[in-house]
């Protein structure tokens, strides 16, 4: 699990570089000369970069090795950040933040798919909460201390420390990690006809959907506390951090534990619901409570739906993983123009957790309706080119799926 803790420390560094350009952006302005609607869009090139543009680069790399894959995905990472921090206008700032965009999300499908081949089938699920607890921490502990950084010396300086996060894990992993035994890499058409499967398709638009509900509300989350009261921006901020880290470390021992992902999945799905419904009615000590199991239930998500994606298809894990990965940020970014759009039509930041807890109740009935057609797959009568395994292999995955 040592090397399983240094590709969470890359993925530490990923979740700080992702959060926090949007507290840089109105000193990146001032200094750059620029717009905030054209400085605003360094986060969207980020984002668009990660989801649309990675999952083919990762793909096409299919001579490449694993090992290889990381080291290069976190170099480029690492001098992405560095150009950025160094960059003389939003041109050269704007490409950069789209390179690190890439980088990222090569790496961090492919981050999980090692931790996985590493840790083995029965250290599965806690290998899986390294990576993404790397993520989440990345989010609450490395960007408060970027934008406090930044606050002391310039956002230059909070772009330095994510290149000096990068770095050190590209060294860490240079040294350490060894090469990854897998699936035979294949080819970009060959994995995306396996990852576009009925079973890999309808994992994927649960997370979409789920993301719309949590991430897209996070966007928001600091209009809606100062509407409903819930607690204080500062505190709900943590608060919900506090439970994002606690449900991405956490949830890995109870995968492997109960071995019954989709099962944790639909509990998962049901938890956030609630939590969001009963948000706006929050009153007392209620809406601390509700925002660390929000936050929760949100990131340990991830956990057990990379785990069904991997039993669903081996040989088109990375493939599928990386899709995930770009319906967890499409979904967010379609979360934030739902929410934009509502508040511009006249609704009440209050309001919008009600939305978001529709959404994420559509995600559980979508869960529920095509949890059978993963079943099948996994027996063998799913998607044609499903890898087969042996008898005990097959056994696994079922078992893992249930």
Request: glycine share 14%; with cysteine; proline share 5%.
């Amino acid at each position: 699990m040592r090397r399983v803790l240094l590709l969470g420390a890359g993925a530490f560094a990923v979740g700080t570089d992702t959060y926090v350009m949007a507290g840089l952006l109105p000193e990146i302005s001032a200094d750059l000369h620029g717009s905030t609607a054209l400085t605003g869009q360094l986060v969207t090139v980020f984002t668009l970069a990660y989801a649309l543009v990675a999952p083919p680069a990762g793909a096409a790399l299919s001579r490449r090795g694993v090992r290889a894959v990381l080291l290069g995905a976190l170099a480029l990472f690492t001098a992405a950040n560095a150009v950025s921090a160094l960059a003389p206008g939003t041109a050269v700032l704007m490409a950069a933040r789209g390179a690190a965009g890439v980088a990222a999300g090569v790496f961090m499908p492919m981050a999980a798919t090692a931790a996985s081949a590493l840790a083995g089938p029965e250290r599965r699920g806690r290998a899986l909460a390294v990576v993404l607890g790397g993520l989440s921490s990345g989010t609450v502990l490395g960007v408060p201390v970027g934008v406090l950084l930044a606050d002391r010396a310039g956002w230059r300086a909070a772009l330095w420390l994510v290149t000096g996060l990068g770095a050190a894990a590209l060294a860490g992993l240079a040294l350490f990690l060894p090469a990854v035994e897998g699936s035979p890499m294949q080819s970009l058409r060959s994995r995306f006809a396996q990852a576009l499967s009925r079973s890999v398709g309808s994992v994927v638009l649960t997370t979409f959907l789920q993301a719309t509900a949590s991430l897209g509300l996070y966007t928001y989350l600091v209009a809606v506390l100062a509407d409903t009261g819930a607690a204080g921006a500062g505190p709900g901020l943590w608060l919900w951090g506090l439970g994002g880290v606690l449900g991405s470390f956490g949830i890995g021992q109870v995968l492997d534990r109960l071995g019954r992902p989709g099962a944790l999945v639909g509990v998962l799905l049901a938890l956030l619901a609630l939590a969001l419904a009963a948000l706006p009615a929050a009153a007392g000590p209620a809406g601390p409570v509700l925002l660390v199991l929000w936050g929760a239930a949100g990131w340990a998500f991830v956990v057990p739906q990379q785990h069904r994606l991997l039993g669903i298809s081996t040989a088109a894990g990375p493939a599928a993983l990386a899709l995930n990965s770009s319906a967890t940020y499409l979904g967010g970014a379609a979360g934030a123009g739902l929410g934009g759009a509502a508040l511009a039509a006249g609704a009440a930041p209050h309001t919008l957790p009600l939305g978001a807890a529709a959404c994420a109740g559509l995600a559980l009935a979508v869960h529920l309706t095509t949890g059978r057609t993963a079943r099948r797959t996994a027996d063998g009568s799913g998607a044609a080119g499903a890898t087969k395994g042996t008898p005990c292999e097959d056994r696994r995955e079922r078992t893992q799926l249930r």
